[in-house]
């Protein structure tokens, strides 16, 4: 059984630009959540799939966006990248959106925004 | 708006201690209340969790304690270990959202 993949690990983007973080959804899981997390900052929510469709959302604009696939992975999109972006974004998969216990985090990804 | 608010910031005891990490929440809609262990490079892992019926869980060296008159939920770790040093995060599940609400995060040091 493998767990949460997130790719890159890291990158480096200018302001401005966009950015497309994947992950890949432990086995048998079928919700991905995405968060944010600063450093020295708790992880914060973005949003959440199920189903191929989005499920919940936490206080990020527009320019956050994303997409989960029919194998339940799923895609992060920020555009108009700005230098507060910066953070690592976590990716999180569950068993069933809003029910069972805790998730289970992929190792992140670190995204710089210069 | 903090959601859920998590204290000390940092914390530093010897081997065999018995660190105490201590949340506090304000929303009722809360239906589920894990902890996370966090190392350096490495996404939080789940360490123990405990739902609001219940006022006591322990899972190894672990336990929550839970007052839902309160609003607060506490991790102790019994007979700390060097290997235990990691951020620590409390968390609360909204029964309306499907999202977890987190602490800021507590860094333990555990001294050899």
């Known amino acids: 059984e493998t767990g949460v993949t997130q790719s890159p690990t890291h990158l480096i983007k200018t302001r401005g630009q966009q950015v497309t973080l994947r992950c890949s959804s432990q086995?048998?899981?079928?919700?991905v959540s995405w968060y944010q997390q600063a450093l020295g900052q708790g992880p914060q929510f973005i949003f959440q799939y199920y189903r191929e469709e989005e499920n919940g959302r936490g206080n990020f604009p527009p320019r956050f966006s994303g997409l989960q696939f029919p194998n339940y992975s799923s895609e992060l999109n920020v555009n108009a990248l700005e230098l507060d972006d910066s953070a690592l974004y976590l990716c999180a998969s569950s068993l069933v959106a809003g029910q069972g216990g805790g998730y289970t985090f992929g190792s992140g990804t670190r995204l710089t925004v210069v | 708006q903090q959601q859920v608010k998590q204290s000390p910031q940092s914390l530093i005891v010897q081997k065999g201690g018995i660190p105490i990490i201590n949340c506090a929440y304000e929303?009722?809609?809360?239906?589920?209340f894990p902890w996370y262990q966090q190392f350096p490079g490495k996404g939080p892992a789940l360490l123990i969790a405990?739902?609001?019926?219940?006022s006591e869980k322990k899972e190894g060296r672990f336990t929550i304690s839970f007052n839902k008159s309160a609003k607060q939920f506490s991790l102790h770790i019994m007979d700390s270990q060097p290997g235990d040093s990691a951020t620590y995060f409390c968390?609360?599940?909204?029964?309306?959202?499907?999202?977890?609400?987190f602490g800021t995060g507590t860094s333990l040091t555990v001294i050899p």
């Open positions: 086995s048998g899981h079928n919700t």
């Open positions: 405990i739902r609001p019926d219940v």
């Open positions: 968390a609360a599940r909204s029964t309306t959202g499907n999202q977890f609400y």
């Open positions: 929303n009722t809609a809360f239906d589920y």
